[in-house]
């Protein structure tokens, strides 16, 4: 992930003073390109991890940051949730591996509509890998939306998650894990967002490659 970091901040400013020709650019793509293919990052090793249970992933394009992922229970009642990679762990690269965690937090957008209503139940949530195996999911927000149209940020979303009685964040969270939002489904999340960032850097890397030898 450093390696990765590294290459990408010499094209996000003017690389004249890093790279001084084609040749030395070429060489350091070969490498970090080379190293990619050959070093499966150790939290892609297995194939598939965790499940989306009743849920359906509707939106995965690779132009797209986030993944859409739906299900409509018997009762007719909605559920989208907009899943993104978010910001690094708090620890090193090399504790990290040790304790075999995911190098970047989930981030989760989950929305539930109940039948015949036009309201929506928001919930920012934010997932993690455990040390044990496994991960968790925590509720930073939770908001109750008259309408679809009330998504701007003039509008008032209530109080901070953090201030609600510790009863009633416990409960909130259950009513998550009822709808779906369980551990299975957030280790398949982290899985599938980390995997998905590493095919699109390796094309990335594979097209960086191809336009500097043409």
């Known amino acids: ?11 996000s400013r003017s690389y004249s003073a890093v790279v001084r020709d084609s040749a030395e650019l ?3 793509i070969k490498s970090e390109l080379k190293h990619e293919q050959n070093t499966l990052p150790y939290y892609l090793i297995k194939n598939e991890l965790g499940s989306v249970g009743n849920f359906t992933l509707e939106w995965d394009k690779s132009e797209s940051k ?3 992922l739906r299900r409509k229970n018997e009762f007719g009642e909605e559920i ?3 899943a993104l990679l978010g910001p690094p762990i708090a620890e090193e690269e090399e504790e990290i591996h040790k304790k075999g965690l995911f190098p970047n937090t989930g981030l989760m957008k989950v929305c539930i509509k109940k039948p015949g209503l036009s309201s929506i139940l928001q919930f920012d949530c934010g997932c993690i890998g455990k040390c044990e195996g496994g991960s968790e999911f925590s509720i930073q927000n939770a908001y109750y939306l008259p ?3 009330s998504l701007g940020d003039s509008v008032y979303r209530g109080p901070l998650f953090s201030t609600l009685d510790p009863r009633l964040q416990d409960a909130l969270k259950d009513y998550l894990r009822a709808r779906g939002i369980v551990e299975d489904f957030t280790d398949f999340l982290l899985h599938h967002l980390h995997k998905r960032e590493y095919v699109h850097y390796m094309e990335w890397l594979q097209k960086l490659d191809s336009s500097v030898r043409a």
């Not at 992930?1 to 094209?11: A, G, T, V, Y």
């Open 1 to 11: 992930m450093m390696r990765r970091r590294s290459l990408i901040n010499i094209f």
């Open 26 to 28: 070429t060489k350091i």
């Open 147 to 149: 309408s679809s149209s």
């Open 66 to 68: 986030d993944v859409v």
């Open 80 to 82: 989208a949730v907009s």
